[in-house]
Every structure is written in structure tokens, then in C-alpha cells.
């Protein structure tokens, strides 16, 4: 039998936390064959709840979850990590600046990155969830000098899956007849879903599509503002399906990604695509044996491109406030 994995998930008592730890432990991250142990880390206050989570774990009798350890210590949650899910983070509340914003989650993603650096695993592979997404993972990585830059990324893929979604239903496809769908820059509203490159059944979507109206005043609104639109309606922000694209972000970076497609997630940049070097930022990637590549070559128009600068800009602006508050 394999030894399993150890994997700390943050914000366990929490919404997405719910509905993630009963993928991970049916096998769902990384693999049918592959036990896992679980460590949650949650704040003092709610460790009770995520006690309460962990006795509805045992009560599946999920034959590859070989334990689970509850914390509220980062010095403990993330020892011997291999893979570590950031999921906790402090929401913007009413009246709250972006400054305080920032300053509130360099206050949890300084440590965990300290923390991640000192006692996690030799392959450790991070995947920041809790927003803003990008920028914690800036701060965790900052932290963690270690630890090779590229392990340190965040969540765009629940974005993709949104941008399939639409598009599947625009052109009246299934979401497996559509590859190389991409979200640059930042998970945010400035983000930008490009459809230029993708393709339905091998053939352009864009060009399939056929239709800018749609493009510009549908599709990337749609997908851009998604989360408020769930708020809206559900009366609480998306935590399935980013639980589920939590899962897909992991899987896809430990198993691969098919031949002839890619995937979207925020990486470290090495200055591709005129993103400036360091930033964690969105781009297409291929995965393969457990790392990412930087899909290179893709033609940028003029529409795209404006696109990417913007969200690319409000990155560098983010990068630079928590660098004035010393938080890298
Ligand atoms: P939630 O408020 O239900 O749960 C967050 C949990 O984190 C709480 O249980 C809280 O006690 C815990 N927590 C706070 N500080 C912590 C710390 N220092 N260490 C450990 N745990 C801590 O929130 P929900 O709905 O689960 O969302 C979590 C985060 O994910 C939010 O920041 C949300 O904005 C973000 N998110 C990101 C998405 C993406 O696509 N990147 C999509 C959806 C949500």
C-alpha cells in the first residue's frame, strides 16, 4: 500500500471547506489509488465546528482517508505538507478599504508561508483559495524563500470552468468538445476570459461563435461577475463549485493535462506575455509529472490585449500596496 499524503486545508469549518474535504478524501484530488491524511487548520473559535466536519469524515468510512489532525496552530497544520490548500482568508467586510483588506490577510498569509517554508515537504504544491486570491499567494511565497517560487499558485480554474460553461451553452456543446480555454491575470472582476484561442470540435471558438456582441457584453461580464450573480441569488457566495475547481486545480497539476489542451491557473511569471516577472498571475498552462508550464507563442490582439494589461495593471497595483505595508 502507498503512504499517504499529507494535505492541510485552511478555512476547514468553512463554507468551501465543507464541501471539499469530502472530495478529497473519496479520492477525488489526487486519485483513486492514493490514501490521504488530513490536517485542518481553522481559528481558535472554530475548531470546534471543524471537530464537527471530521466526525461527518469518519462517519463516511472513506477507505483512502488514513487520518485526520485538527489544529490552530500554522506551525503544526503545514508540517510535513505535500499539498496545502489556502482557503481561509478574511473577508472584505462593508466599509472595508483595500489597504485593510491586504494588511488583514498579510496577517494570516505571512505566517502560513513561514510556516509552509519551515516544515512542509520537499514537494509541496500550494494552491491558494482564499481571496484576494493572487496577492495571498504573493505574500505566502514571499514568505517561504525555500520553497521553489513556482509551487506557490492560486485559483482561476473555477473562472475557466465558468468561461466552459458559457460557451458550451452559447454554441449548444458539451464542455469536453471545447480545449484551450483561457483566463489571464487576476482573479477578479478585471479578469479576461479568451475565447480567441480556444477551440470547439478543433475548430476556432471565437470564429465558430461568431458574434463580438456576445463576446464583449455577455461572455466576460458573465464570467467576470459570476460570484456576485451566485451571491445574488443563492444568498451566499460560491463554495461548491470553487470546492470543485479547487479539486480540478490539483488534480490537473499532479496528473497532467491531456494532450492538445491546457488549463488556466495563476503561476508565478517569468515575464511571458509582458506580465511582469513575479507576479502571480493567470495564464494558460500545461502540467505534466507534477509541473506547469507557461503555454508560449500565442498570438495577443489588440482586444486581448488591452484586456490583459488591465487586469495584469491592477495586479502590479496590489503587489506594490502590500509591499508598502511590508507585507513582501
Ligand atoms: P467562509 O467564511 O465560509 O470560511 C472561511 C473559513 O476560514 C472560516 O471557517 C474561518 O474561521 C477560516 N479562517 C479565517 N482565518 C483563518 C486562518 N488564519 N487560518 C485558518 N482558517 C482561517 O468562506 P468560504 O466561502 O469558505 O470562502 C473562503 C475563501 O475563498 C474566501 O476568501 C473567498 O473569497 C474565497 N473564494 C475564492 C474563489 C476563487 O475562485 N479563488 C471562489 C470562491 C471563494
Keep these: 500500500t502507498r503512504t499517504p499524503v499529507n494535505v492541510t486545508v485552511t478555512g476547514a ?33 472554530a475548531v470546534k465546528a471543524a471537530e464537527g466536519t471530521a466526525m461527518e469524515l469518519d462517519d463516511c468510512a472513506f477507505p483512502l482517508l488514513s487520518g485526520i489532525d485538527i489544529f490552530d496552530d500554522a506551525a503544526k497544520a503545514f508540517e510535513g ?21 491586504l494588511e488583514a490577510n498579510g496577517g494570516i498569509f505571512k505566517p502560513q508561508g513561514e510556516a509552509i517554508n519551515a516544515g512542509a515537504a520537499d514537494d509541496v504544491k500550494v494552491l ?11 505574500i505566502a511565497q514571499s514568505h517561504a524563500p525555500d520553497v521553489p517560487a513556482e509551487r506557490f499558485t492560486a485559483m482561476t480554474r473555477l473562472d475557466h470552468n465558468r468561461a466552459l460553461a458559457q460557451l458550451s451553452k452559447k454554441a449548444g456543446v458539451s464542455v469536453s468538445d471545447i480545449k484551450k480555454m483561457t483566463i489571464w491575470g487576476n482573479h477578479s472582476a478585471t ?12 475548430k476556432n471558438a471565437a470564429e465558430t461563435v ?16 459570476r460570484g456576485a450573480a451566485i451571491i445574488e441569488a443563492r444568498g451566499a457566495s460560491s ?44 495564464f494558460p498552462v500545461t502540467t505534466k509529472d507534477g509541473k506547469w508550464e507557461i503555454v508560449q507563442g500565442l498570438e495577443i490582439d489588440d482586444f486581448s490585449r488591452a484586456r490583459i494589461d488591465a487586469s495584469v495593471n491592477e ?3 496590489e503587489r506594490d500596496a502590500v509591499r508598502k505595508l511590508g507585507l513582501i
Design 13 to 45: 469549518a468553512g463554507q468551501i471547506g465543507y464541501a471539499l474535504l469530502f472530495r478529497i478524501a473519496s479520492g477525488h484530488l489526487l486519485g483513486a489509488d492514493v490514501p490521504v491524511r488530513l490536517r485542518l487548520l481553522e481559528i481558535p473559535q
Design 81 to 101: 505538507t505535500n499539498v496545502a490548500l489556502l482557503v481561509g482568508a478574511r473577508p472584505r467586510t462593508k466599509g472595508m478599504e483595500r489597504g485593510d483588506l
Design 128 to 138: 491558494v483559495v482564499g481571496n484576494p486570491a493572487n496577492t495571498n499567494a504573493l
Design 191 to 202: 479578469q479576461y476570459p479568451d475565447i480567441f484561442h480556444a477551440e470547439i470540435n478543433g
Design 210 to 225: 461568431n458574434d463580438q456582441n456576445w463576446l464583449e457584453n455577455d461572455f466576460i461580464p458573465t464570467v467576470a461577475k
Design 239 to 282: 463554495a461548491a463549485s470553487a470546492a470543485s475547481a479547487a479539486i480540478d486545480h490539483v488534480h490537473t497539476w499532479v496528473n497532467g493535462t491531456a494532450e492538445g489542451t491546457w488549463t488556466s491557473m495563476a503561476v508565478v511569471s517569468d515575464g511571458s506575455y509582458g506580465v511582469p516577472e513575479g507576479l502571480i498571475s493567470s
Design 315 to 317: 495586479l502590479a497595483e
